[in-house]
């Protein structure tokens, strides 16, 4: 399967821990998105890059973090864990800079904070 | 700022009748608009964009400029249509695409 792929698929942890989610994008793609969709909100966008850079940002706390790195997979990292942190993490990709406006978007990675 | 609303969270209908998904944007812009689609245990995406001004599985959307509304519409709704739906929205040459709550339609037989 050459779709984007999000490891993990669940993650129980601790209040005040950190945890790591990693994407990787369709073969091709250069754009990397993060989003977070909580119980009562949609998807908010919290960052993108391309090709290695951030190119936006969105509503993303200090206490997150993110990069993509030269084979052009990303990494999510999320610290001092916060109860209203869990939530559902998608990554999506897309060839360019969203020329077409068109998201390839993974499965998403489940967080439950306890 | 960049908001889309989709004022029901909820929607059911009987299967053949109409089907329309609200979706409202703020105005900013030139925004493109799209509507993305998640059935069970399948990924979330791109159904149409008001763009391409086309129809898929029997779906369209007009953008309405004078209303700000890209709503979803479908003249008979078929079973296999129930899933989540998402407007989305974009500035002309920003790189973020911003997300309604979504809309969950259930076509009852």
């Known amino acids: 399967d050459s779709g984007v792929t999000q490891t993990p698929k669940h993650l129980i942890t601790a209040t005040g821990q950190r945890v790591t989610l990693r994407c990787s994008p369709r073969?091709?793609?250069?754009?990397v998105y993060w989003y977070q969709q909580s119980l009562d909100q949609g998807l908010q966008f919290l960052i993108q890059?391309?090709?290695?850079?951030?190119?936006a940002k969105g509503n993303i706390l200090e206490r997150f973090s993110a990069q993509q790195f030269p084979d052009l997979h990303s990494e999510l990292n999320l610290s001092s864990l916060e109860l209203g942190d869990s939530a559902l993490y998608f990554c999506?990709?897309?060839?360019?800079?969203?020329?077409?406006?068109?998201?390839?978007f993974g499965e998403g990675s489940r967080l439950t904070v306890l | 700022a960049q908001r889309v609303t989709q004022p029901e969270k909820l929607l059911s209908v009987f299967k053949g009748a109409p089907v329309e998904l609200k979706c409202n944007y703020s105005?900013?812009?030139?925004?493109?608009l799209f509507w993305y689609v998640q059935y069970s245990r399948q990924r979330l995406q791109l159904l149409l964009r008001?763009?391409s001004r086309e129809s898929i599985k029997g779906f369209t959307a007009d953008l309405n400029k004078g209303e700000t509304s890209f709503h979803l519409k479908k003249p008979f709704a078929q079973e296999e249509d129930s899933a989540m739906y998402y407007c989305?929205?974009?500035?002309?040459?920003?790189?973020?695409?911003?997300f309604g709550q979504g809309t969950r339609l259930t076509i009852n037989p």
């Open positions: 999506a990709s897309s060839v360019g800079t969203l020329g077409t406006g068109e998201l390839f």
């Open positions: 073969s091709g793609d250069l754009s």
């Open positions: 890059y391309y090709n290695g850079e951030e190119r």
């Open positions: 105005y900013s812009g030139s925004p493109e």
């Open positions: 008001h763009i």
């Open positions: 989305a929205r974009r500035n002309q040459g920003a790189q973020k695409l911003v």
